[in-house]
């Protein structure tokens, strides 16, 4: 039997109706918003602590209730630990949100005694998976490529360094879509001002188009970003909401943002 793990339900429905064989495992963490701490150990105990800290940050945030966020870590953590899989196919893309979650699931493979070579592909795009035709995604599917042991590692390597609190820097021999995660990755870490990079680029944005809609500041950076966007509204969200606490340049007032200084 195949796992097939997608970079969440659009992608995951679009699956389904394809016809391929086996058993579709969404994957939905916003791992680039909130903590990141480190697997203390592969168990169930190790896990259920690495989940309860960002099951707390994800409830806070109110993107989910308690018991529908816990049981949704569980479950996706038994099957992507579940030995008996023929193969597990990942379908992700280039941006941060997909990196980081093939980062999550390759290190509980490889921790959870999952991972095997020759058993688990990736589906790879540069472009929205969900945005390619049915015939396209097929082709993908024919031309999916295999994860060996040693591309696990440079995955893993990264998610324990972001986890650790250091500043990841992947191997030249690491993917280019790595690389730019660790790119990305450090452009929203807050510096001794309290900003991050992508604060100040908020902020640039805001001061030349402003005031403006959020939902249109959000469109105006995807579509500055391409396919290397990787906000998802919810994210966003949260991040302007705290810039504007944070900045006494701009204002907030309920959906506008308006440069004030």
């Known amino acids: ?40 150990s592969f168990d ?34 038994s099957l992507i630990l579940n030995r008996s899989w023929s193969e597990v196919i990942l379908w992700f893309e280039r941006d941060l949100y ?41 082709a993908r599917y024919e031309r999916r490529t295999m994860i060996d042991a040693d591309l696990c590692d440079h995955y893993g390597q990264f998610f324990t360094e972001i986890g650790q609190g250091a500043v990841p820097q992947p191997l030249r021999s690491a993917p280019q879509a790595l690389q730019d995660a660790a790119v990305r990755w450090r452009s929203l870490q807050p510096d001794a001002t309290g900003f991050s990079d992508f604060d100040r680029r908020l902020l640039e944005l805001i001061k030349r188009h402003g005031p403006i809609d959020v939902r249109a500041l959000f469109d105006l950076l995807q579509e500055e970003d391409g396919h290397d966007a990787f906000m998802s509204d919810l994210a966003f969200h949260s991040r302007i909401t705290s810039l504007a606490k944070r900045s006494d340049d701009i204002e907030l007032t309920d959906k506008m943002i308006a440069w004030t200084a």
Request: charged share 20%.
């Open 1 to 40: 039997m195949t796992l097939h793990v997608t970079n969440g339900e659009v992608l995951a429905q679009r699956l389904s109706g394809l016809g391929l064989p086996g058993i579709i495992l969404p994957w939905r963490e916003i791992l680039h918003e909130g903590p990141l701490p480190l697997y203390a």
């Open 98 to 138: 997909d990196q980081l979650s093939m980062a999550q699931i390759l290190t509980l493979m490889r921790g959870g005694g999952s991972f095997r070579d020759g058993g688990v592909w990736l589906v790879y795009s540069d472009h929205h998976l969900s945005s390619l035709t049915n015939d396209e995604l097929r």
């Open 44 to 77: 169930e105990q190790g896990r259920r602590a690495f989940n309860a800290e960002r099951a707390a940050f994800i409830i806070q945030q109110g993107w989910g209730t308690p018991e529908d966020v816990v049981f949704d870590m569980d479950q996706r953590d």
